[in-house]
């Protein structure tokens, strides 16, 4: 239930933390108007505030109102629901700290573990998983000022860097030097370095690049006792860094990592293919998989997904798409839009409807082929695998396909706010499992779906044992209230689908608060070995508390 | 049953028969005509994960620790064997998605043997085939080569008969390397016995991201914080194979080269670094496929070692080792079996 007291508090406030020494806001009068959710902690919150400037400097520490509405969530959807129903922060965090080095991030959990107060890492907030939901009280640690590149290895090909950084100026400054590092995830404006480790990120690029945790080599972290982790794969065991990598803030917070990179491809060649089925477009990409390829991009999106990718291509031009509505259009649902809100409160309709018609009514299911290489090898790839496409039954639809999904790659994480504005909600689901298991499995959790949404899929990151599935679900209620409870019920749904199917509830958006209570459904006992681990290094559980292992209340 | 203090017991079982003894009829009572020896040289052999449960719970009961396969404890006073030969089925194969699922106790050896037959590897570099083939070029070079490859041989030999548990605890030597090709992976599952008795399960993925990857704490691990009873591992096909040798006169350019070499997109089986006597370094890289993958790739290897003064050695006779001395398990991981296995069963 949507907690009406905090109802219709809004803001809008863009988040500068330079700007933070110059942004005095009268508290007092503030909280007057304020609800009561909202409303600092008085003198407690100054007072943490004074002891946290001292250890970073002036002005990197905030009690602003605005501050710890827009640190009190990350994207996750659920969040966004209660958004528009004007719960802006259900429970703000006490303060924001904004270090610049390893040795103020130590400094502040030295001091948060003493007094044993939650802190919260946080690093561009991009995150759809609830993995940042500040317990009231905490304080939010943002990484961002941390955003230095501090050494590109020509020879090794290795960059060090600061966690903070955001995606897109690490890949600019590589750029800069003729090097990648070839992770593309479509947050890439909008998420950190810091993030994508935390997370288990992976970028579009994946199938040659592999995930991050497959580009780390060396990380430094901060743990739970204030205790500097350096953490090389040589001198601290190969164990080390993958029990951080993928933690979510919980054991500790990264503050930069040394990481592959590879020089810029010579070219990139582009193919498509379409096949009658999504189970044959399946078998063409674990054929070549299986045979040693290794396309960057293999995305395979079934019929639905692939008629929506059809019809994109004439509703407006590249450019168009990945600029986004024009800043000044307002994001005011039209007839066609109600049409649709209306449409998507009876999904088991529409779901039936697509999943009645035959694959090749719809077009078929279409793939999209990316290599980015030198000429030889590319072309070599190209070449073999259009023979195996062609064995697997499919058409080749030439480059232009391909081309055109490049061209738009990053959109879509932007294309939602209209669904919202509707009335109407969007989320995404991205799991994983063997070959043998991943059809079963892209069945069942479609069928767990469609009662409550309307559900559409692509398979996106390809490896030779198996592959991730990117269901993507849209829903619309009478209310907001009505909106969560539907919300809640087809996740639920659906994550006990995936973990039944013999899938992995996550390939790289994490865990967060979303899938923590489907978490010892697949894990099992590991759930009290990672909870010992947290034990080992962060004794007073004050890291990101309830993400990732959750407390159990909420178990599937 | 009432738990000892652990130094005392450590330090006086073998004088003290009736400890040995009641640790003795416990295991017995338990596990039957499984448990072999007595006093000080009790063996347990494990038909099931319970069976490992509950020889873990039953020592840690009577403040013994246990040998296992792959660890760091060796028999001894106080410390019961645990054997896995009797734990040693191939389960399944999955073809479509090229997975073995094997028991902790099945030889490696006998699980490429498996494979083998359906036109698949592990690739393990030191079961390879190619590995002993090789010792008849290093025999043609001279002594130096050969003693070597011979030794190498043996190495071979003695690998195809080390259990899939131990050989997975010691950091599984040999496999692929993952700078190699970050999109392959050796171990997609896993099911261990912890030292508390509990059964972890890893199910096999591709890739997952629900917090920390616990595989490495047991790849590698000593089974400091539990014995591996299962795996999946990745098998890819038996495929025609080249390789190249590059021999530099510094190990910094032959080091850069396969750095470049993998960022160009070459995805190579195995590269090797060997520096020689002097500071000669070779290079070896094995690629693998059809014709016009594999030429492309090589092409791109030579282009690279020549820009870093790499000269290519005919025939590819150079040194092949594997690193044998992977890192010991880390002291976060060394905390972390401290309060899984406060009796200390499996450390040293």
Known sequence: ?556 | MRSEPLGSIHSGLLGDATLADRLGAALREALGERVRGEHDALRVRARTPGDVSSLFRIAAQHGARVAAPGGELTPGVGVVSLDLDALAQIRSLDAESRIVHVEGGALLGGVEAHLRAAGLTLGVATLDAATLDAATLDAATGARHAARAEARAISAAAEARVDVASWLARGAVGARAHADDPVDQLVCGLEVVLADGTLLTIRPAPRRAVGPDLRPSFVGGRACLGVIVGAHLVARSVVPHTDVVYRFAARADAESARAWIRGRGVRPVSTALNTDDGDVTYLQVRVEGRRAIRDASLATVARVALERGGRICEPPVAPRDHASVIAPPSDVVRALARALDPAGILRA
Not at chain 1, 147 to 154: C, G
Not at chain 1, 456 to 469: E, N, Q, T, V
């Open chain 1, 1 to 556: 239930m949507i907690a009406r007291s905090a109802k219709r508090y809004r803001t809008a406030r863009t988040i500068e933390p330079e700007a933070h020494a110059s942004a005095v806001i009268d508290l007092p009068a503030m909280d007057s108007v304020l609800p009561e959710a909202l409303r600092s902690g008085g003198a407690a919150h100054e007072a943490l505030r004074r002891d946290l400037a001292a250890l970073v400097g002036d002005g990197r520490a905030s009690t602003d109102t605005a501050d710890r509405v827009a640190y009190a969530k990350d994207l996750w959807p659920r969040h966004v629901i209660g958004v528009r129903a004007g719960i802006a922060a259900p429970a703000p965090p006490a303060v924001i700290v904004w270090p610049e080095n390893v040795a103020e991030v130590a400094a502040v959990m030295r001091y948060a573990h003493e007094r044993e107060v939650p802190i919260v890492p946080y690093g561009a907030g991009s995150g759809v998983c609830g993995g940042v939901l500040p317990t009231r009280g905490a304080i939010v640690l943002d990484t961002k000022r941390m955003r230095a590149v501090r050494a590109i290895d020509e020879a090794q090909l290795v960059v060090d860097a600061e966690a903070g950084i955001i995606g897109q100026h690490l890949e600019d400054r590589l750029g800069e030097r003729g090097f990648t590092l070839g992770h593309f995830p479509s947050s890439i404006y909008c998420s950190t370095l810091g993030g994508w480790l935390a997370g288990r990120s992976a970028g579009q690029c994946s199938g040659r690049y592999g995930k991050i945790e497959d580009m780390v080599q060396s990380l430094t972290c901060v743990d739970g006792s204030g205790e500097v982790r350096a953490l090389d794969v040589e001198a601290s065991g190969r164990d080390l860094i993958p029990l951080i990598v993928g933690s979510e803030g919980t054991l500790a917070v990264i503050t930069d990592a040394r990481l592959r990179i590879s020089p810029a491809p010579e070219v990139r060649r582009f193919a498509s293919y379409t096949f009658d089925t999504t189970e044959a477009g399946l078998a063409a990409i674990r054929a070549m998989l299986q045979a040693g390829l290794r396309p960057a991009v293999s995305r395979l999106y079934d019929p639905f997904d692939s008629l929506v990718a059809r019809r994109n291509k004439r509703l407006a031009a590249p450019s168009a798409v990945i600029d986004g509505p024009a800043p000044n259009k307002p994001l005011q649902p039209g007839l066609g839009a109600r049409v649709l809100a209306s449409a998507l409160r009876s999904p088991g309709v529409l779901n039936a409807l697509i999943d009645g018609l035959p694959g090749p009514a719809l077009g078929g299911a279409m793939l999209v082929l990316v290599w980015e290489d030198d000429v030889a090898i590319a072309d070599a790839e190209v070449r073999e695998a259009e023979r195996l496409c062609l064995e697997a039954g499919g058409r080749s639809e030439g480059e232009e396909p391909a081309r055109r999904w490049l061209a738009r790659r990053h959109s879509v994480s932007y294309r939602q706010s209209p669904m919202y504005a509707m009335g109407a909600f969007v989320d995404t689901m991205e799991v994983a499992s063997t070959w043998s298991r991943l059809l079963p499995m892209y069945h069942a959790v479609h069928r767990a779906l469609s009662p409550y949404v309307f559900v559409m899929a692509h398979f996106s990151h390809a490896y030779p044992d198996g592959a991730s599935i990117y269901f993507t679900f849209a829903g619309a209620a009478r209310d907001d209230d009505a909106a969560l409870e539907k919300y809640d019920a087809a996740w639920r749904a659906a994550l006990v689908a995936v973990v039944d199917a013999g899938g992995t509830l996550s390939h790289h958006h994490g865990v967060g608060r979303s899938k923590a209570p489907a978490m010892r459904r697949e894990q099992g006992v590991a759930i009290d070995m990672v909870r010992a681990l947290k034990a080992v290094l962060d004794p007073r559980g004050i890291l990101n508390p309830g993400a990732l292992i959750g407390d159990g209340r909420d178990a599937l």
